[in-house]
């Protein structure tokens, strides 16, 4: 997030949520976005093809086709721009490429983003001046925009409206991803990604490369490495022989799951890593018990950059260990056989880390973005969000005040592409995906807890009345959904929440899980799979109540 949770709630007057189901998936900011509306009148637009909860408390909620994103904001600016609401003064001595934009979005004409979105040409008005009138404001989003081919397009969609109306670097204003799970945020900073070193550090940046070698005593090759989905395609292709998977479960995340499990039967040796023995670990050779997040120290990097710190509670139970040692016992192990050869000048004994401490300070030293993050400034509870480039420094709540971290804000004008697979004569459904409140993710630790399951026992399939009508299904019907990859069983949940042509699901249930279903084309620059859109058919399922996913 570029904003604070806290400026959003405080000094946002309207608030844009599109691909984000706020108030299910990140629960304490939906309440604070209410509270925003409820007690000082700021104004809230949601876009979202699903009537999701928070639509109820919106001012406008726009319900545009999947995959229509940015024919939807390319639409918002036109009116913008033809009704002279833009910030000029931002444009001109913050940013570059404006009229390169104004080329794009003239052509998205209310009347032509109504008909590419689905969205009434008097909604889109009413938004883009909603928008205007009402300054600051904030955008936020969620993987309803970055899960598509398109994804990258779609996030510089939503930062070209965003710069147009002058919403960045001010209180209550900016790009706000809500991220998808806990940490994730931590984990791409500290290199979790397949480009960058930790602090977003470029591989093939001669320089970083030469700074982490010095560091850790070993040389690295420069070239970037695999996205999840690459890596399935190339372990079921044979390249990728070993995997060692920590804290993941993509038997139930990762698209396509019918390939995912003819990936990890083709793989030569698989490491599982988890508090829990899940789907995936059932294609594992060797499985460490880790510990969870009660049972070790540490720190989390929250969706708003903030760093928090993560005390130990309880001792982990059995033979769990927390991950830091399964991984610092690994490598040892792989030092003493030869398979890693530290130089004689590094700095200490390789994975010599005696606290979380020790590499807190290794943490300072690489990464430009924590240099100034430290365990007693945690511990004497100041609120840090990186940037902290020194020990004086007080952190960064909002980015890109006064300056861009480039220089100037690039617009990048793009225009609306269809989704890879669309309905036809066979498959004449849209299906979408997501989450709902009583699960999390994969499911791997609220389906083992019994209240939640009460609530939400079985996976459901929403869908709309007049489409449930035509196959004959009700609210009693178990129901089959098929795509090109796959099929999956389960009941019907009859609901306007979904308009005609479109259902959704989910994939917290491992035997009926929507992934069997979704499509793995990639954004190409990201690599994100598109799993917000693809097509199937539904009919009522003959092996009623047999709930299952199957070999497409």
């Given amino acids: ?86 910030d000029e003064a931002f444009i001109a001595e913050r940013t570059e490429g404006f009229e390169d934009l104004k080329a794009v979005v003239e052509k998205y004409t209310p009347e032509v983003a ?18 205007a009138e009402n300054r600051p404001g904030a955008l936020l989003y969620a993987m309803g925009i970055t899960q598509h081919i398109v994804g990258v397009a779609n996030v510089r969609s939503c930062a070209n409206l965003q710069m147009m109306l002058g919403n960045m670097g001010v209180p209550g204003g900016g790009v706000n991803p809500l991220r998808g799970q806990n940490n994730v945020q ?18 093939t940046n001669l320089a970083a490369q030469e700074k982490f070698e010095q560091a850790w005593g070993t040389p690295l090759s420069g070239q970037l490495g695999l996205t999840i989905t690459e890596i399935m395609n190339a372990a079921e292709a044979g390249t990728v022989k070993c995997l060692h998977i ?51 120290d540490g720190t989390f990097t929250n969706t708003e950059r903030r760093i928090q710190q993560v005390r130990k509670a309880v001792e982990p139970p059995g033979e769990a260990m927390t991950d830091s040692w399964i991984i610092t016992e690994l490598a040892r192990r792989l030092h003493a056989l030869g398979a890693v050869s530290p130089e004689p000048s590094a700095p200490q004994a390789a994975w010599d880390y005696a ?31 990186w940037p902290v480039p020194n020990q004086d420094h007080p952190g960064t709540p909002i980015l890109h005040a006064g300056k861009f971290a480039r220089g100037l ?20 459904l849209m299906l979408t995906t997501g989450r709902v409140i009583y699960h999390w993710h994969g499911g791997e630790m609220t389906r083992r807890a019994r209240g939640l399951n009460a609530v ?33 069983v389960a009941r019907a949940q009859v609901t306007d929440r979904v308009n005609p042509g479109l259902i959704f699901a989910t994939f917290h249930f491992p ?5 069997f279903l979704t499509n793995p084309a990639l954004d190409p620059i990201a690599k994100i799979p598109e799993f917000k859109v693809c097509a199937v058919r539904v009919e009522i399922s003959r092996a009623e109540g047999k709930v299952e996913g199957t070999a497409g």
Avoid: W
Wanted: hydrophobic share 40%; aromatic share 6%.
């Fill in 511 to 515: 035997d009926s899980a929507a992934n």
């Fill in 456 to 488: 939400y026992p079985k996976a459901l399939i929403e869908i709309n009345p007049r489409d449930a009508a035509q196959a004959g299904i009700d609210g009693n019907s178990m129901i089959k959904v098929t795509s090109r990859r796959g099929d999956i």
């Fill in 409 to 428: 804000g690039q617009f990048a004008g793009s225009d609306h592409v269809l989704p890879d697979e669309l309905p036809d004569d066979e498959y004449p």
């Fill in 246 to 296: 920590i804290g993941e479960n993509p038997m139930t995340s990762d698209p396509d799951l019918n390939h995912v499990r003819r990936a990890l039967q083709q793989t030569e040796f698989i490491v599982a890593q988890d508090i829990f023995f899940t789907e995936t670990c059932q294609y594992a050779d060797v499985i460490f018990p880790a510990a969870s997040f009660v049972e070790k």
């Fill in 1 to 86: 997030m570029t904003n604070s949770i806290r400026d959003i709630a405080e000094d946002s007057q309207c608030i844009f949520i599109i691909g984000s189901n706020t108030t299910e998936q990140h629960p304490v900011i939906g309440a604070k976005i209410r509270r925003a509306k409820r007690q000082r009148g700021a104004k809230l637009i949601v876009a979202d093809p699903r009537r999701i909860d928070i639509a109820d408390y919106a001012d406008l909620h726009l319900r545009h086709k999947p995959g229509s994103d940015i024919a939807l904001l390319n639409g918002l600016m036109h009116i913008i721009l033809r009704d002279g609401q833009e």
């Fill in 114 to 131: 109504s008909e590419m979105t689905g969205v009434p040409v008097e909604d889109i008005e009413k938004a883009a001046r909603m928008m």
């Fill in 186 to 203: 931590g984990a791409c900073d500290m290199g979790g990604l397949p480009d960058v070193y930790p602090g977003y550090q470029k591989v």
């Fill in 355 to 385: 606290t979380v401490a020790d590499v807190m300070a290794e943490i300072n030293a690489l990464t430009p973005s924590y240099a100034g993050i430290t365990y007693p400034r945690l511990k004497a509870g100041e609120q840090l969000h």
